[in-house]
């Protein structure tokens, strides 16, 4: 998939992290997310972000998505491939670089389909106006608060009991 190799990706003891470790860790945080907001830039250089369903596949350095071929989106991907992708919840956020292209494959729509995308495309996978947008991640930056919303909390009191920094948990920058 012509994955950058890490040159200086390091855990938080020090330890180098390989680009596979950095994989699973984006898939981690990812795991289980429905939406995405995807940005695109349109023709004029304008930065046009919209939330997209995220298709359940096991994060390998790809994202998919469907939309309507006839789409701002679609056509905003055919005009310019560079793209960010943007996952969070309530303790992890995770940004995703990457270059996008539309993907004119039924044998993919239909091994991608679900009744969730049937919601939204009634017509079926074979619909000529229905296309899929595959994103090649290229680097992704992730913030994470192990322990959630109370582990949060707990970190802003001890900080302002302690006078200390806020701690505010993992946040690494990896190429994928």
Known sequence: ?????????TDPKGAAVSDSDDVK??????KGQNIAMLTTIDADGT???????????EFDGDLWFFAETSSRVVAQVRHERRVNVSVGSGSTW???????????DVEKKREMW?????????EGPESSD???????AKSAEYWNTPGGRIATAFSFV???????????GENERVDL
Do not use: N
């Open 1 to 9: 998939m012509g994955r950058s190799v890490l040159t200086a990706s």
């Open 25 to 30: 860790k984006v898939a981690d945080l990812i």
């Open 47 to 57: 930065l046009m972000s919209r939330p997209m369903a995220l298709q359940d596949v």
């Open 94 to 104: 995770v940004s995703l670089f990457g270059h996008a292209k539309v993907v004119d």
């Open 114 to 122: 679900d009744a969730s995308v049937e919601a939204w495309f009634p």
């Open 130 to 136: 229905i296309t899929l947008i595959k994103v090649d």
């Open 158 to 168: 001890k900080a302002k009991v302690t006078h200390e920094a806020y701690d505010g």
